[in-house]
């Protein structure tokens, strides 16, 4: 198993930057491909981006390609999401999530979720 822990959101004007972690105990964390996801209120949980376990293959959704950029390193056990060009519609929980087999864009391909954190964008 491994535990997930997400932290860096906030509020933030329209614009500026954020840049999320995610950090990981328990099982090795190069074993897990990774992703983010998003749920704004009322509003099912979205994909956000994915990473292979070797940070070789990124995946993105359309909405946040050319602004954010996941990348992890594996001896830190952290997954980062660097969210430049915020815009209000980014609003959300942010959640981090671990799926041992591969880095799919469906929440339920997902085993392990932290927590979340909130990011908030003003405009």
């Known amino acids: 198993q491994v535990q997930l822990v997400e932290s860096g959101g906030g509020l933030v004007q329209a614009g500026r930057s954020l840049r999320l972690s995610c950090v990981a105990s328990g099982r090795p964390f190069s074993s897990y491909y990774m992703a983010w996801f998003r749920q704004a209120p009322g509003k099912e949980r979205e994909f956000v981006a994915a990473?292979?376990?070797?940070?070789?293959?990124?995946y993105y959704a359309d909405s946040v390609k050319g602004r954010f950029t996941i990348s992890r390193e594996n001896p830190k056990n952290t997954m980062y999401l660097q969210m430049n060009s915020l815009k209000p519609e980014d609003t959300a929980t942010y959640y981090c999530?671990?799926?041992?087999?591969?880095?799919?864009?469906?929440?339920?391909?997902?085993?392990?979720w932290g927590q979340g954190t909130q990011v908030t964008v003003s405009s």
């Open positions: 990473i292979t376990r070797s940070g070789a293959g990124l």
């Open positions: 999530a671990a799926n041992i087999q591969y880095a799919g864009r469906n929440p339920g391909e997902y085993e392990y």
